[in-house]
């Protein structure tokens, strides 16, 4: 199972009462980051307990043509505070879309991409923020924006045995997120998280590779295996991957290749079970001598163990 981690927690903390009653509440022992509507909520341009009129489909509301941008945004908040952010979305919208030169149309297209993820409706979500980066490229909250983006790529991932389309846009949105962002209050969350999706795509590529040796696909499962090595070699799957590049080489036997890959596994992790296993294969079949010349273990041999890069 893919393991989350929480956010950091939202910058200058909000004063609103519902911030102190979700904080104690089980929602933030979930995985899911709350606290980014927490955050949302504390970067509002309007601030103060302002009641919702009603739900978006009451009688008694008023169209919301009728009401000025404000009443609107703040009936938005309302909304958002009290658990219902499909409604508080659409408000969001609703600000933008009527009033698209008014003081809080802005905040109100960031806030509906924290509403929206809210609601689970992360398409909506990255739509958003994408918007919001898009109109206001240099603005202050634009980190905010790519957070959110990159977490709604993040709550999708599934597990290895699935497709990972939703990982590998999560690095990427990550990956933007550190790179633009080097020191906002976001990016060393966004580290983990980044680290997380790494050894999530090498575990998919662990999964294939198994299916592959273990289906007697050994050139398949040789390909798979040597991307982690080199590709993914500070994950926690680069271990395996070396014992079963021994297992795949030697089925082929091909006893250069597996020593050699062996070489680098016990030279890197002499304490590992794995380490453990690839010995026991290789002195199980009286296997001695020399490493080939040319082959792609041998270079990794001299580079890692040896030094030699030349």
């Not at 904080?23 to 970067?43: E, G, H, I, Q």
């Not at 990427?172 to 990016?187: C, G, K, M, N, V």
């Amino acid at each position: 199972m893919f393991i989350r981690r929480p956010p950091p927690s939202p910058r200058g903390g909000a004063t609103d009462d519902w911030v102190t009653r979700m904080s104690d509440s089980s929602l933030f022992r979930f995985t899911r980051p709350a606290l980014l509507v927490a955050l949302a909520l504390s970067l509002g341009a309007c601030s103060g307990n302002v009641p919702s009129i009603g739900g978006l489909f009451s009688e008694d509301e008023s169209p919301t043509e009728s009401r000025n941008p404000e009443e609107i945004f703040a009936d938005a908040r309302g909304n958002l505070r009290e658990g219902k952010p499909k409604t508080a979305a659409f408000l969001f919208d609703e600000v933008e879309r009527l009033y698209p030169y008014s003081d809080v149309a802005k905040e109100s297209m960031l806030m509906s991409s924290v509403a929206s993820y809210e609601a689970k409706e992360y398409d909506k979500a990255v739509t958003a923020a994408e918007r919001f980066i898009g109109f206001y490229p240099s603005d202050d909250q634009t980190a905010y924006a790519r957070y959110i983006i990159a977490q709604s790529y993040y709550e999708q991932i599934v597990d290895v045995g699935r497709d990972q389309g939703m990982t590998i846009q999560a690095r990427q949105a990550l990956d933007e997120l550190i790179a633009r962002h080097p020191d906002s209050e976001y990016t060393k969350d966004a580290i983990i998280k980044r680290d997380l999706t790494i050894d999530q795509i090498a575990g998919k590529e662990m999964a294939v590779g198994r299916y592959y040796l273990k289906s007697g696909q050994y050139i398949g499962a040789i390909n798979r295996f040597q991307t982690v090595a080199k590709d993914y070699d500070t994950t926690s799957h680069v271990e395996e991957a070396l014992h079963r590049l021994v297992e795949a080489n030697l089925a082929l036997g091909l006893i250069d290749e597996a020593k050699s890959a062996a070489a680098v596994l016990g030279f890197n992790y002499p304490g590992s079970e794995w380490y453990e296993a690839s010995y026991a294969l290789l002195t199980g079949q009286n296997l001695t001598g020399g490493l080939s010349q040319d082959s792609w273990y041998k270079r990794m041999y001299r580079q890692v163990i040896l030094g030699d890069w030349l």
